[in-house]
């Protein structure tokens, strides 16, 4: 039910982080998995370090604003065919309204929202010829859990959640999944000071009704959950993988 053999998938974002940990168990699923970032020797890095666990994964640079095309050839020059699309780049910019110019605002739309539907749309060829192609964003709690002084981010995880729902309607007749995930706060290396502070421990204990933050392994069985044969019949959702932080009042 959540065997991935002979299915080909590309993370995008997958070199370090979440990312990374969605391509690896991805790839221990039976999937072939290439990975994408923009630093080529990033990405050869985080190969090298899997390939201790046994696992290999292909590597596909480029720009997902600028690049699409040429990403998603490097990612299908070894099968041919990609059926599995995990979109999971994203950029932050913590500036206030009052601090935030339009231009600001637009410019982290365009990385975060815009990239994301320019990096769908060149993929649905190959996701169509699958029969079986899931798409998959990684949006945020952000998009429906907002905090202050961050309206440009909020606005695009928020617009990707939208983005699921509008593709999955149009693109269940294709065969084709759409779907989510919004992760909560968790400890990876980008934020490893931030788990570390006792003071923000304090919010976590109040927050999050686990009382920890994520591991970053801990995102990677919903990633398998709506890549696999076991979420067919699951379209246009986002996945909240978060502890409890967003029910908990």
């Not at 292909?58 to 020059?77: H, M």
């Amino acid at each position: 039910m959540f065997d991935l053999t002979g299915r080909t998938a590309l993370v995008t974002g997958g070199g370090r982080g979440l990312g990374l940990e969605m391509a690896k168990a991805l790839a221990k699923a039976g999937a072939s998995v290439a990975i994408n970032g923009r630093d080529r020797s990033a990405l050869e890095a985080a190969g090298d370090q899997v390939g201790s666990e046994g696992i290999t994964l292909e590597v596909a640079p480029g720009d997902v604003v600028t690049d699409a095309a040429e990403i998603l050839a490097a990612a299908t020059r070894s099968t041919g065919r990609l059926d599995i699309l995990i979109h999971a780049v994203g950029e932050r910019d913590r500036r206030g309204t009052d601090d935030m110019d339009a231009a600001g605002f637009a410019a982290l739309i365009n990385t975060d929202l815009t990239a994301a539907y320019g990096m769908a749309r060149a993929a649905l060829p190959y996701l169509r010829r699958s029969n079986a192609g899931r798409l998959i964003f990684v949006t945020s709690i952000a998009a429906f859990a907002a905090r202050a002084g961050d309206p440009a981010y909020t606005a695009a995880k928020g617009g990707l959640g939208a983005l699921t729902r509008s593709l999955a309607v149009e693109l269940g007749s294709d065969s084709l999944t759409v779907n989510a995930i919004a992760p909560g706060w968790f400890a990876t290396e980008t934020n490893a000071a931030l788990a570390a502070d006792p003071v923000l421990q304090q919010f976590v204990d109040a927050r999050i009704p686990l009382k920890r933050w994520g591991r970053p392994e801990e995102i990677a069985p919903a990633a398998v959950f709506l890549a696999s044969p076991a979420s067919s019949f699951v379209n246009g959702i986002t996945l909240t993988v978060d502890g409890g932080m967003t029910v908990q009042m």
